[in-house]
């Protein structure tokens, strides 16, 4: 049968097809309308709808700025709501998982199974004491067992705080500190491009002096077997009885805590609540990816990250669907790996990242000659700003032209999607993210508020009321969270979510254009400028550093450090060195793609350095501005430095 056509086009752009409007959730543009007239009372609607409640709320909406809540008093269980309530069609796959060991077998969960083993691990957690509101840190790659670990959280009320497994001990052992967490869950180890990667002596010395008191440990790798502090994951749910009663939790409940990059040194611990995650996470995974019983979701984001968590774990789930999670590397054993899933597994959404796609242009498309790709029906994108080159790369071979694809723009503050198309609706159009997504707004403005005209670039903010998905602070760090998030409401009194990102509007559509401030997108991972220039001024060679972000063909941006040393001679070894400590201190995605050993940072009088200089060298652009600097003469030797680097 000849795959069925999504979209077609009108004049230069894309509107969904016929097919597309007749399986489409929503597809009369009315609905933005019908939910911006009362946006409380549409989620109210969406959350009796969409989720199951022990007891509805008292109150639906209530902002205390910079704080608000959502289905206030409402009692629910999230893990309830992802296995219990589909436990009718228990025979049903809710996980596909793809091991990277080409000789292994794919495992497949059915709802029944995964169930089963949920309980069972729930239990094995409150053997260890876990209770309510305790925080039990994760660091496993994509297995299985990760989502058996978070379920079984949710089901007892105990605060999940997933980090990702690339990260190094030390950005572990922070993670763990700041959280307090009671203990740990991880893997001897995971396959990627062939090789085993160990995680337990990592995670081993992440806890040292901490509070963790016991280490769960998935066996992966079928590594030597460990006593005392060490429990295996395997024999602890064997041993477990099959059924855990569920804690019921307030709405407003904190379900998981999840580090991400700001403008300072230190991660911060974005805190979701439980009723109103659901309730976005439910929402916007139905209404973007259409997703119905019998699609087969494939989001390829790691679990380390807040895509992982709502679009490859909970959205499908919520929504009774199948998700598929793979281990390993996009482009390993060969750059046909993720085609030869969709086709084998009939992936019908998938949803990657624009940094993925670059690389398999960079390929070539012969790696794609064999596959068919004819069961896919949607595709997304997410992570950062998206280019026309790869939306037509991605639409045309991917999508063999047939798909949307919906450019969905948020943030791990916003828990779930805030701007795209919406599928039966449209319009599909390169480099525009869309709409906010019903019952959500977002305008842009200046510096102090003000919206700017149609057309103009400003900062893009959202207003009230702020979506149930939105984060409700920063875990214990009320201040980081005001000057984070809150500027215009502290400063101008405006009820306005500072995103930190650039944004224009285009016909009432949204372009978002990239963060407005020390936030850098490498390869769709999140990184602070100032979090690697700690992690570079942490060794015993560094004086101090400045790190920029550079344009990279495949990675979107990558950093590029500045260092004045304290000790020891500018050389390749060094360089080496320090990259190396880069990776020791945070992990080897923030490795900066160069090192240049200066003698001085230009900086102003009030002693900040001035990193918009940095860029403009790097880009062989005349610096502006260097009468404010208190010392312009460094920026001719930078000059030198750069010149001699590129001989
Ligand atoms: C960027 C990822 C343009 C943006 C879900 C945002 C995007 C940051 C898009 C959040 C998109 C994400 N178009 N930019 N479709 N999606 N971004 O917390 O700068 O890892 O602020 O969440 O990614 O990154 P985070």
């Known amino acids: 049968m000849k795959p069925k056509k999504y979209i077609i086009k009108k004049g230069k752009i894309y509107w969904p097809s016929k097919e597309m409007k007749k399986i489409a959730w929503v597809s009369n543009e009315k609905i933005y309308e019908i939910a911006s007239r009362n946006p409380v009372k549409f989620w109210e609607e969406k959350a009796k709808e969409g989720i199951k409640w022990e007891e509805l709320w008292k109150k639906t909406y209530e902002e205390k700025l910079p704080y608000f809540e959502w289905f206030k008093d409402g009692k629910l269980n999230f893990c309830v709501n992802c296995l219990d309530r589909h436990l009718d069609k228990g025979s049903k796959t809710a996980l596909i998982w793809i091991p990277e060991p080409t000789k292994e077998k794919p495992i497949k969960l059915n709802y029944a199974e995964l169930y089963d083993k949920v309980n069972r691990f729930a239990n094995v957690l409150k053997k260890q004491g876990i209770k309510k509101g305790d925080v039990v840190a994760i660091y496993l790659p994509i297995l299985p067992e990760t989502l058996i670990a978070m379920l079984a959280c949710t089901r007892i009320g105990a605060i999940h705080s997933v980090v990702f497994s690339a990260f190094s001990a030390d950005a572990l052992k922070a993670r763990i500190q700041d959280g307090k967490a009671k203990l740990l869950i991880t893997a001897d180890g995971y396959y990627r491009r062939g090789k085993e990667e160990n995680l337990l002596e990592k995670a081993i010395k992440a806890t040292e002096k901490t509070t963790v008191k016991k280490i769960i440990v998935v066996s992966r790798l079928r590594k030597k077997k460990r006593g005392g502090k060490f429990l295996d994951f395997q024999k602890e749910i064997e041993k477990a009885y099959s059924y855990c009663k569920p804690e019921i939790m307030n709405s407003e409940d904190i379900m998981f805590i999840l580090y991400t990059s700001g403008t300072t040194g230190k991660p911060k611990g974005i805190v979701h609540d439980t009723g109103g995650y659901a309730v976005q996470a439910y929402w916007t995974t139905k209404w973007n990816f259409n997703l119905h019983e019998d699609d087969i979701m494939w989001c390829t984001a790691d679990i380390g990250w807040i895509t992982g968590h709502t679009y490859a774990f909970y959205g499908p789930l919520l929504n009774g669907s199948t998700t598929l999670i793979y281990e390993g590397a996009p482009d390993f054993p060969n750059p046909g790996r993720w085609w030869k899933i969709i086709d084998e597994n009939k992936v019908t959404v998938f949803y990657t990242a624009p940094t993925a796609i670059r690389m398999f242009m960079k390929v070539g498309d012969k790696w794609l000659k064999k596959y068919k790709l004819n069961s896919l029906r949607i595709l997304g994108t997410v992570g950062e700003p998206i280019d026309e080159d790869t939306w037509m790369w991605y639409f045309k071979?991917?999508?063999?032209?047939?798909?949307?694809?919906?450019?969905?723009?948020?943030?791990t503050e916003t828990g779930g999607t805030s701007i795209n198309v919406l599928p039966g609706i449209g319009p599909f159009i390169p480099t525009v993210a869309g709409k906010s997504f019903p019952g959500t707004k977002h305008i842009v403005v200046d510096e102090k508020g003000k919206k700017v005209k149609e057309g103009k670039g400003g900062f893009?903010?959202?207003?009230?009321?702020?979506?149930?998905?939105?984060?409700?602070?920063?875990?214990?760090?009320?201040?980081?969270?005001?000057?984070?998030?809150?500027?215009?409401?502290?400063?101008?009194?405006?009820?306005y979510y500072n995103t930190s990102d650039g944004a224009y509007v285009k016909n009432g559509l949204i372009r978002v254009t990239g963060r407005t401030d020390d936030v850098m997108k490498v390869a769709g991972h999140r990184l602070a400028t100032a979090e690697l220039e700690n992690a570079i001024n942490d060794s015993k060679y560094v004086n101090e550093s400045a790190v920029v972000p550079i344009p990279d063909k495949i990675k979107g941006q990558v950093p590029v450090a500045f260092v004045v040393l304290e000790r020891g001679e500018p050389s390749i070894n060094l360089e080496k060195e320090l990259k190396k400590h880069v990776d020791k201190k945070i992990g080897p995605t923030a490795r900066p793609s160069k090192i240049y050993f200066v003698n001085d940072l230009p900086k102003t009088r009030s002693g900040k350095i001035m990193r918009r200089i940095l860029k403009n060298l790097l880009n062989n652009e005349e610096p502006k501005g260097l009468m404010t600097l208190v010392n312009p003469e460094a920026v001719e030797r930078i000059k030198e430095v750069l010149k001699e680097n590129s001989t």
């Open 397 to 411: 071979k991917i999508g063999k032209g047939r798909c949307p694809i919906i450019d969905t723009w948020w943030q």
């Open 460 to 495: 893009l903010v959202q207003v009230p009321p702020f979506a149930p998905g939105m984060l409700h602070g920063v875990y214990n760090n009320h201040k980081k969270y005001v000057e984070t998030y809150w500027r215009y409401w502290t400063k101008f009194k405006k009820r």
